[in-house]
């Protein structure tokens, strides 16, 4: 696609509850990136995919959250049992082959957890 | 590991410039970058500089690097209030992790 998209771009949720977040990357981009803005904060690296595989998981803050891609595209990232601690913007970004290393953003997630 | 740095806020009058600066500790971190972000959107790549070069100029706006001090700065003239967002800034070793500080949220006031 022309960009990186992510859905759905709000969700509301109760706490306990499990949430899927699905990011689309640009079509091509071999790796992708799962970010954490909470509010007045930074960005939090969640986890990174090389094609399908994830080098790094260091970043998922506990066993409730985990991510997939599949066919080197789109993924996934998921919340099991959500806490009001989670309730943040979730980010994507996708990279290409470029020597440049930039970074496309999709537009997030917003999570709110009651 | 790479820690990124910058003030949280900035206010300036619309006319005037902008100075937006980061300190980083990798020094062999050889992109850096800055990111914008505008309400409700994701982050998108303003500029960037290699890390052998001391100055970078686009149109209206002006990377400083000083690899001594490990000093960044996003120099934006003639600020807009278009130009109000929150602006990262991100360092990377060319590895696969780019850190991002928390970003300075510019506002311009008419």
């Known amino acids: 696609g022309a960009g990186v998209s992510q859905s759905p771009s709000n969700k509301v949720t109760e706490k306990g509850k499990d949430v899927e977040l699905r990011c689309d990357p640009i079509?091509?981009?071999?790796?992708l990136y799962w970010y954490r803005q909470s509010l007045g904060q930074g960005l939090e690296f969640l986890i990174y995919?090389?094609?399908?595989?994830?080098?790094?998981k260091s970043g998922l803050p506990s066993d409730r959250f985990s991510a997939e891609r599949t066919g080197g595209s789109v993924s996934t990232l998921t919340i099991q049992r959500t806490q009001q601690e989670d309730s943040a913007v979730y980010l994507c970004?996708?990279?290409?082959?470029?020597?440049?290393?930039?970074?496309?953003f999709g537009p997030g997630t917003r999570l709110t957890v009651l | 590991g790479e820690d990124v740095e910058q003030s949280l806020f900035l206010s300036v009058r619309e006319g005037d410039s902008s100075v937006i600066n980061c300190t980083y500790t990798?020094?062999?971190?050889?992109?850096l970058y800055w990111y914008k972000q505008e309400p409700g959107a994701g982050l998108q790549l303003l500029t960037y500089?290699?890390?052998?070069?001391d100055m970078k100029q686009d149109q209206r706006l002006t990377v400083l690097l000083n690899k001594k001090d490990k000093h960044l700065s996003l120099r934006i003239a003639d600020t807009q209030t278009g130009d109000s967002a929150i602006y990262f800034c991100?360092?990377?070793?060319?590895?696969?992790?780019?850190?991002f500080g928390a970003g300075t949220r510019l506002f311009v006031k008419a």
């Open positions: 970004a996708s990279v290409g082959t470029g020597y440049l290393d930039t970074q496309y």
């Open positions: 079509s091509g981009h071999t790796a």
């Open positions: 995919f090389q094609g399908n595989s994830a080098p790094d």
């Open positions: 990798d020094s062999s971190s050889t992109y």
């Open positions: 500089i290699f890390s052998n070069m």
């Open positions: 991100a360092a990377t070793t060319g590895g696969f992790k780019t850190i």
